[in-house]
């Protein structure tokens, strides 16, 4: 084992990039308060400056994937569509089966330049996460509480002021509604077979209100919808503490451009179209399985060196004062005081695998296990 892949091992390495990771982000966050005051004088100079911050954060847990793990993301589609990438708003539909679904997607979106740009139709719950949450605030990300009632208003009051955003926004929408697991999906063919819609392998019945509703918000700013659909070589059900520990992974990505004209005006023909691309999804990952690679041509984009370089500038400001410290602490030889600071690191570290358990699938909401019965 050489040096490097004994340090991705070691647990003192992974508090680091999680102090480096946490503190930056604290950093952010308190700038991201201080634009406040330009929102009424300048909204997209705000606007602008906060893709900016967001950037600064999320290539960190880009810089993992793409450096630390060197896991390699592949597209398969075709040139067309390739050249559309990073030159226009889109809706971005990706399948919601893995822990790091969302990691391969901000990949793909720091590689085309959009990642301080990009949005998301979150849960609620995510708001009130320390540092991604707050991030996301700054980011007018649009949060719903997944009770289609009480979210309509405030979703398409998000959406809306989406219009007139300065930079090219990938709006990602996971239409499940939730992280595919075997109860969640018996539950959801229960329903599909009540509705007579066809059965689904390898996804969720999708939920069309939040689709239908972006498409009509988003005509006249968006392009057009990316049906994403991911899955990882080896059949490997990839973790963002694998990542952490330096294990590679190999994801694939079957990537197809739909322009907005294509999809239906009216609301239910709408989601008749989102139910009939489920299916294609769903026969895109058979071929998966059986192949072991999507049809269509491959593509594998470049790294770049700008999530790197915005780790290694965070951890020269914030590791050196931290390391000096620690110094001083044990240097003055008070117990009290080394208590007091091993006590911080066990809390630290506590704060840290908490914010990773965010992603866990095992930890993931039960949103979807008796939501399905009900009606959308």
Known sequence: MGLLAFLKTQFVVHLLIGFVFVVSGLIINSIQLCTLVLWPVNKQLYRRLNCRLAYSLWSQLVM??????????????????????????????????????????????????????????????????????????????????????????????????????????????????????????????????????????????PRTKGFTTAVQCLRGTVAAVYDVTLN????????????????KYEADMCVRRFPLEEIPLDEKEAAQWLHKLYQEKDALQEVYNQKGVFPGEQFRPARRPWTLLNFLLWATLLLSPLFSFVLGVFASGSPLLILTFLGFVGAASFGVRRLIGVTEIEKGSSYGNQEFKKKE
Not at 170 to 181: P, S, V
Not at 232 to 247: A, V
């Open 64 to 205: 993992l994937l793409e450096w630390w793990s060197c896991t390699e993301c592949t597209l398969f589609t075709d040139q067309a569509t390739v050249g559309h990438f990073g030159k226009e708003h889109v809706v971005i539909i990706l399948n919601h089966n893995f822990e790091i679904d969302f990691l391969c997607g901000w990949t793909m979106c720091e590689r085309f330049g959009v990642l301080g740009s990009s949005k998301v139709l979150a849960k609620r719950e995510l708001l009130y996460v320390p540092l991604i949450g707050w991030t996301w605030y700054f980011l007018e990300i649009v949060f719903c509480k997944r009770k289609w009632e009480e979210d309509r208003d405030a979703v398409i009051k998000g959406l809306r002021r989406l219009a007139d955003y300065p930079e090219y926004v990938w709006f990602l929408l996971y239409c499940e509604g939730t992280r595919f697991t075997e109860k969640k999906h018996r539950v959801s063919m229960e329903v599909a077979a009540s509705k007579g819609l066809p059965v689904l392998k390898y996804h969720l019945l």
């Open 232 to 247: 990882f070589r080896g059949n490997k059900n990839p973790s963002l503490l694998g990542i952490l520990y330096g294990k």
